[in-house]
């Protein structure tokens, strides 16, 4: 049912989701760098950073910036998108006053995210850990942290009460962790089986995992948290139950939030 009810908010507000898409534009750029390279959907950062040159890294670092501002903006549409389909809000309101104010609290976010991750594996490397003991601490600490996007649009609350909020989340609702923990695992298992067999008939195999990426799984997925988050709300639970359970029929279609603002 789960899965039912998101692919349904995925449909839904798909105009939205296809925002992502404007992200393909980084992909080309962030490949000229020697320590960058595509696979499985997403683009991955080698850990021998101090191999490359300062000026680089420099460069890496303002395209990175760059690319998570946007990212954070599109996360932000997708989140009150969904929130807007499961509960009445006052859509000019938020896309003027409200939009810009998620962007930069996610951005910020995925800031001090990037730079935790960035600090953790310098220090396990400089204490002679191995790739896959890295690997999994990564892992484990952005799984952790899934459901801040989702406090920040939904709550409204800044950067601190939303990591509270997250870990709160988690704690009283551990089978949302697991269900994305398996969804995503399953996407990204899939995303590499489709790569690899496409590998046979192009060289862009790892750009066509990306587009699919960002058409579906990453939209899908943060569609997916977000009504799982919304669903700890008794009354829209009560009234989502209530509307799944009349007749089908020709619903109307949420607005579109793909033209709102720029950040």
């Given at each position: 049912m789960l899965l039912q009810n998101s692919f349904a908010q995925y449909a839904a507000n798909f105009k939205t989701a296809l925002v992502?898409?404007?992200?393909?534009v980084?992909?080309?750029v962030f490949t000229l760098?020697?320590?960058i390279y595509a696979s499985s959907g997403t683009l991955f950062l080698d850990y021998g950073l101090f191999l490359v040159p300062w000026e680089s890294l420099?460069?890496?670092?303002l395209l990175i910036a760059l690319f998570l501002l946007f990212y954070s903006f599109f996360v932000s549409i997708t989140v009150f998108s969904v929130r807007k389909s499961l509960s009445k809000l006052k859509l000019q309101f938020y896309l003027h006053e409200m939009i810009q104010k998620f962007t930069l609290r996610i951005f910020a976010f995925y800031i001090l995210y990037c730079l935790l991750l960035f600090a953790l594996v310098v220090g396990m490397l400089a204490l002679g850990f191995g790739i896959p003991a890295i690997s999994a601490v990564v892992f484990l600490v952005s799984f952790l942290l899934l459901f801040v996007?989702?406090?920040?649009?939904?709550d409204e609350e800044g950067l601190k009460h939303a990591l509270s909020s997250n870990f709160e989340f988690l704690a009283h609702y551990p089978k949302a962790f697991v269900t994305v923990l398996v969804v995503?695992?399953?996407?990204?298992?899939?995303?590499?089986?489709?790569e690899f067999e496409l590998s046979f008939l192009?060289?862009?195999?790892?750009?066509i995992s990306i587009l699919i990426s960002l058409v579906f799984v990453v939209p899908f997925l943060e569609t997916m948290k977000t009504y799982q988050y919304m669903m700890r709300f008794d009354l829209?639970?009560?009234?989502?139950a209530a509307r799944r359970k009349k007749p089908l029929g020709k619903r109307p279609e949420p607005d579109s939030l793909a033209n709102a603002p720029k950040p």
């Open positions: 992502f898409v404007l992200l393909l980084f992909v080309p760098f020697q320590n420099g460069l890496e670092a996007p989702q406090a920040v649009v939904v995503g695992g399953v996407l990204v298992a899939l995303l590499q089986i489709l192009t060289m862009f195999s790892p750009y829209i639970k009560h009234h989502e």
